[in-house]
């Protein structure tokens, strides 16, 4: 009987000490979730410049159409710009270029050439994500020569006009964007020694151009 009190007690003691002793072993350290790093969302906000090429094809005004001159031909040259988003996605923006050009037409013994032009514009544009469709318009001028090539003189004028259009541009990369663009310009008239008469020039322009976006 007394071995069994005996027993029963041990047990007992064995049973209280055993938390205790959980207690004082090595706990394992609980595992924390993986931080998730959320990818920065794309913003156009930012100054920006870049390179385009394209082509252009106008319309003689006043003594241009009378000779019939419709000049047309290669472009390319380079950008400089700002755009700014706001919450609502809207994006406005600022933007100046300057081309060279090859743009002339000859007809009855006479030659129109704009060998270079600019415009500075605003622009207004709506981000979905990385993709920017925008409306532009602003300041266009253009050095225009008229030659007479039957007497051989030359006059040329820089005329100042304006300019309006529109494009999509879309974002490769935070930094790398592409675009394409059609402008309407109208560069007004001048008068013209050569020709003895007032002349200017509409024309559209197509280009494609590439950005770095700071």
């Known amino acids: ?22 207690a004082d072993l090595p ?16 913003t ?3 100054f920006y410049l870049g390179a385009n090429a394209g082509y252009a094809w106008g319309s003689g005004e006043g ?13 390319g040259g380079g950008q400089i710009g700002v755009n700014y988003q706001l919450g609502n996605n809207v994006v406005l ?16 013994g006479y030659e129109s050439k704009m060998d270079y032009f600019g415009t500075v514009r605003a622009r207004l544009g709506y981000a979905f994500d990385n993709v920017l469709p925008y409306v532009t ?14 007497t051989g003189l030359t006059s040329d004028n820089t005329a100042v006009g304006w300019t309006v259009g529109g494009g999509v541009e ?27 008469v007032k002349s200017g020039l509409t024309a559209s322009v197509v280009r494609a151009g590439v950005n770095y976006k700071f």
């Open 137 to 150: 318009g602003g300041l266009a001028w253009g050095h225009n020569e008229v030659k007479n090539e039957i």
């Open 63 to 75: 003594g241009a159409s009378t000779y019939g001159l419709d000049p047309d031909g290669f472009l």
């Open 27 to 42: 706990q394992p350290y609980p595992t924390k979730a993986p931080v998730v790093v959320a990818e920065p969302a794309f």
């Open 93 to 108: 923006g600022a933007e100046a270029d300057f081309q060279g050009s090859d743009i002339k037409d000859n007809a009855f």
């Open 44 to 46: 156009w906000t930012g």
């Open 170 to 196: 879309y974002a490769l990369t935070n930094n790398w964007t592409v675009k394409a663009e059609y402008l309407y310009m109208d560069l007004g008239e001048d008068y013209y020694d050569s020709i003895g």
């Open 1 to 22: 009987m007394n071995t069994i009190i005996r027993s029963g007690m041990a047990a007992a003691a064995l049973l209280v000490a055993a938390p205790a002793f959980a």
